[in-house]
């Protein structure tokens, strides 16, 4: 199928360098420079196992002079598939098996996207002396969220985890996004690279882990609050979009910071993928905030 033609790019390309964490494997990609100022780790969002990609205009200037690992979580990328629950104990705990049996030691640097957010802030909050520095990208917000507000977190049809199963996303979803505009989703990628994004995507969109995530979406946030306990460790987190929620409590982001605790909010209106709309600002944020942890 195309979808596997896409990871067999990937593999031709060097970015495959999986670590057994268990019964399964993760890939943990290093890019960056070797022995660099500071490890940095990143978590990508919900179905995005293209992160190795799609991240790097915004990682870019901070790749000289750092060591930088792309994980792919368990579904993602050129990670195997699994059919355990994908609870943020469970993630964080496979991030951290992946980069102990990679040979790579705290502290870390954290950078997290969307659902990435939450595992930053469940890692850094439960194993605070393995991190000095967090960036969140426009997280899912944290809050004490009760049983019966979960299915608000419920976007993900039963449909698309069905095509990305059999590798359907590109023909009923790139028409839908006008995939062949200029402006597209993956714009600033080359074309064949762009092309390799949206396979990668469906693959992750069609794995059992990435449909666990989704079931999980408001457990996962209430356990990560339930977890966060507020530390000194820096952070910054950078808000694009409006999650409906906080039109119910306005509140509910500046609560989020203060129990996080030094935690710098900076406005950046755009895309919720803002590493593709921003990627200079994304960028200038990340070496900023990488200077001041220096």
């Known amino acids: 199928m195309q979808k596997y033609g896409a990871l067999k790019q990937l593999r031709t390309e060097g970015y495959e360098n999986r670590v057994s964490v268990g019964d399964y494997s993760l890939n943990v990609y290093q890019c960056g420079k070797e022995n660099g100022n500071h490890r940095i780790v990143c978590l990508s969002g919900f179905i995005d196992g293209e992160a190795v990609i799609a991240w790097r205009e915004m990682t870019k200037e901070i790749e000289k002079n750092n060591e930088l690992y792309f994980i792919d979580r368990a579904g993602y990328g050129l990670s195997d598939d699994t059919k355990n629950d994908m609870t943020v104990e469970y993630v964080v705990e496979d991030y951290r098996k992946a980069l102990k049996n990679a040979g790579v030691k705290?502290?870390?640097?954290?950078?997290?996207?969307?659902?990435?957010?939450?595992?930053?802030?469940?890692?850094?909050?439960?194993?605070?002396?393995?991190?000095?520095?967090?960036?969140?990208?426009?997280?899912?917000?944290?809050?004490?969220?009760?049983e019966d507000q979960y299915s608000a977190w419920d976007f993900f049809p039963g449909w698309m985890h069905t095509a990305g199963k059999f590798g359907l996303i590109n023909a009923l979803i790139k028409p839908i996004c006008n995939e062949d505009d200029d402006d597209s989703t993956f714009a600033i990628l080359d074309e064949k690279h762009r092309d390799i994004a949206w396979r990668v995507l469906s693959k992750t969109m069609g794995s059992n882990a990435c449909n666990s995530e989704e079931k999980l979406f408001g457990d996962n946030i209430r356990k990560t609050w339930d977890t966060l306990k507020t530390n000194e460790i820096p952070k910054v987190y950078v808000a694009a979009t409006t999650y409906g929620v906080e039109s119910e409590n306005p509140d509910i982001k500046a609560t989020y910071m203060e129990k996080l605790g030094n935690c710098q909010m900076v406005e950046c209106p755009g895309w919720h993928e803002i590493y593709l709309d921003k990627p200079e600002k994304c960028s200038d944020i990340l070496v900023n905030f990488i200077k001041e942890i220096n």
């Open 106 to 146: 705290p502290p870390y640097v954290l950078i997290g996207h969307s659902l990435g957010g939450i595992y930053s802030t469940y890692w850094e909050s439960k194993y605070p002396d393995e991190i000095e520095g967090v960036a969140i990208f426009d997280g899912v917000p944290v809050y004490p969220i009760e």
